[in-house]
T-cell receptor, first 112, second 113 residues
Framework: DGGITQSPKYLFRKEGQNVTLSCEQN?????MYWYRQDPGQGLRLIYY???????QKGDIAEGYSVSREKKESFPLTVTSAQKNPTAFYLC???????????FGPGTRLTVT | GENVEQHPSTLSVQEGDSAVIKCTYS??????FPWYKQELGKRPQLIID?????GEKKDQRIAVTLNKTAKHFSLHITETQPEDSAVYFC????????????FGAGTTVTVRA
């Protein structure tokens, strides 16, 4: 399934709590991405990382944070500042710009 | 950022017929246009992409056409089969940054047996 994994599959949190979503890849890809998928809206880019120890904001970075300390890992933290955190979160990786992005299976986060 | 509009939002076709999905983009410098397919409950997967130096690309029953002048590109699926039922997303890079893709809102294709 493309060598990119996300955990957990489902996550439930109370409002006001930070939560970290895991993303790991063994494809030796330099670039990694986090998207948010809401019904009827397609995929929206939260953060991306071109290379280890570097990351850039996407279109909807407010209320989220990331780190890229290892090439294989790109965890996403959903902070309490994110106003509507309930969504399906997809992680992806690619060899570089303009290359196929391989997606993980996703994490469905529910915040109540 | 790049604005990608995708139409239609839903498409129902008889098995064996063709399906066409169209996307328009705003950044004339965009040069890479991928299409992803997402089956129910599964992750998106790239099915075909096209770069700006060609006008058409085919892969078996799937083809993509690109009109750079009009800034639109289309996905064509011929001889549709039940396994083609899925949500299809087009995408285009933002401001020539191929790391930052803007995705269309998706087209839900249903193939009727």
């Amino acid at each position: 399934d493309g060598g990119i994994t996300q955990s957990p599959k489902y996550l439930f949190r109370k409002e006001g709590q930070n939560v970290t979503l895991s993303c790991e890849q063994n494809l030796n890809h330099d670039a990694m991405y986090w998207y948010r998928q809401d019904p009827g809206q397609g995929l929206r880019l939260i953060y991306y990382s071109q290379i280890v120890n570097d990351f850039q904001k996407g279109d909807i970075a407010e209320g989220y944070s990331v780190s890229r300390e290892k090439k294989e890992s790109f965890p996403l933290t959903v902070t309490s500042a994110q106003k509507n955190p309930t969504a399906f979160y997809l992680c992806a990786s690619s060899r570089g710009p303009g290359a196929e992005q391989y997606f993980g299976p996703g994490t469905r986060l529910t915040v109540t | 950022g790049e604005n990608v509009e995708q139409h239609p939002s839903t498409l129902s076709v008889q098995e064996g017929d063709s399906a066409v999905i169209k996307c328009t983009y705003s950044d004339s410098a965009s040069n890479y246009f991928p299409w992803y397919k997402q089956e129910l409950g599964k992750r998106p997967q790239l099915i075909i992409d096209i770069r700006s130096n060609v006008g058409e690309k085919k892969d078996q029953r799937i083809a993509v056409t690109l009109n750079k002048t009009a800034k639109h590109f289309s996905l064509h699926i011929t001889e549709t089969q039940p396994e083609d039922s899925a949500v299809y997303f087009c995408a285009a890079p933002q401001r020539s940054n191929d790391y930052k893709l803007s995705f269309g809102a998706g087209t839900t294709v249903t193939v009727r047996a």
